[in-house]
């Protein structure tokens, strides 16, 4: 499909189709599984949480570099890496009131986020925090078989 830009030709986003992603199985989400599960077993919901967060926080010091410093440039460049690194689809807008929305519609984690939706919300909403330098996002799941989730930020005046 094409996205709507600022002047020049539209960019074109390209994404696997349901018979791609079949094709090239990620056997991550296996891995991030069991280890989510051995956590939450041995240091219980709050401690993994915790682990999660900072694991989030950790990745997003490292990639700071990579996603510019003007706000809107930040935010194109968080959507880009995060599809790049992790596969994720989803749209990012503004909300009327000027806070930012991410509305994801392929999740790098569906086994995890279906066990434990608060460990995939607690990563990436601190993923994004990190990364756009907004917030402090809020973590929904959709479940509308359309969409996976949603991170909301509120506009600044009210964060």
Same mark, same amino acid.
């Given at each position: 499909g094409t996205s709507r830009t600022?002047?020049?030709?539209?960019a074109?986003?390209?994404?696997? #189709?349901?018979?791609g992603r079949r094709a090239y199985p990620k056997r991550h989400d296996l891995l991030v599984r069991e280890l989510v599960a051995t956590l939450m077993a /041995?240091?219980?919901?709050?401690?993994?949480?915790?682990?999660v967060t900072e694991a989030a926080q950790q990745?997003?010091?490292k990639v700071e570099g990579?996603?510019? #410093?003007? #706000?809107?440039? /930040?935010i194109a460049a968080t959507a880009a890496w995060l599809e790049?690194?992790?596969a994720w689809e989803a749209d990012v807008e503004r909300t009327p009131g000027g806070g930012l929305r991410f509305v994801v519609h392929r999740c790098p984690f569906e086994e995890v986020s279906a066990v434990h939706p608060s460990v995939c919300g607690a990563f990436f909403r601190a993923l994004l925090e990190g990364m756009t330098h907004e917030g402090p996002f809020?973590?929904?799941a959709l479940g509308d078989g359309v969409c996976c989730c949603a991170l909301e930020a509120p506009p600044e005046e009210s964060a």
């Amino acid at each position: 499909g094409t996205s709507r830009t600022r002047g020049g030709r539209p960019a074109f986003l390209y994404r696997l #189709s349901d018979l791609g992603r079949r094709a090239y199985p990620k056997r991550h989400d296996l891995l991030v599984r069991e280890l989510v599960a051995t956590l939450m077993a /041995r240091e219980g919901e709050e401690r993994t949480l915790e682990i999660v967060t900072e694991a989030a926080q950790q990745l997003a010091r490292k990639v700071e570099g990579e996603v510019g #410093s003007d #706000s809107a440039e /930040r935010i194109a460049a968080t959507a880009a890496w995060l599809e790049e690194e992790f596969a994720w689809e989803a749209d990012v807008e503004r909300t009327p009131g000027g806070g930012l929305r991410f509305v994801v519609h392929r999740c790098p984690f569906e086994e995890v986020s279906a066990v434990h939706p608060s460990v995939c919300g607690a990563f990436f909403r601190a993923l994004l925090e990190g990364m756009t330098h907004e917030g402090p996002f809020g973590h929904r799941a959709l479940g509308d078989g359309v969409c996976c989730c949603a991170l909301e930020a509120p506009p600044e005046e009210s964060a």
